[in-house]
Nanobody
Framework: VQLVESGGGLVQPGGSLNLSCAAS??????????MSWYRQTPGEERELVAY???????TRYADSVKDRFHISRDNLGNTYLQMNSLKTEDTAVYYC?????????????WGQGTQVTVSS
């Protein structure tokens, strides 16, 4: 499984970004994967931002991004993270993750990450 993120960059506080993750080499149908977004800052552990369970559409968000971020996916292997009202503390490397599961959101596969910097 290969995951490739895109869409990161520099944005001012209050701005928006839309991250994309393209999955390929899947062994199973894309809908049978839990897709997730994590983020990491230097010296800190990687933390969950959001996940989406393909088989039932269930989503979950970290409290810090709830009501500002939205995870979605299509039927072509793409997962998105729409990030609104960005804050300086959202600055991090964002990683896409995937696991073949109907409930386990801890990734078995990771992308290479995309940098998001929120700064004026």
């Amino acid at each position: 499984v290969q995951l490739v993120e895109s869409g990161g960059g520099l944005v001012q506080p209050g701005g928006s970004l839309n991250l994309s993750c393209a999955a390929s080499g899947l062994t199973y149908t894309f809908s049978n994967y839990v897709m997730s977004w994590y983020r990491q800052t230097p010296g800190e552990e990687r933390e969950l931002v959001a996940y989406n369970i393909g088989v039932n559409g269930k989503t979950r968000y970290a409290d810090s991004v709830k009501d500002r971020f939205h995870i979605s996916r299509d039927n072509l292997g793409n997962t998105y993270l729409q990030m609104n009202s960005l804050k300086t503390e959202d600055t991090a490397v964002y990683y896409c993750g995937a696991r073949h599961s109907s409930y386990n959101y801890v990734p078995a596969h990771w992308g290479q990450g995309t940098q998001v910097t929120v700064s004026s």
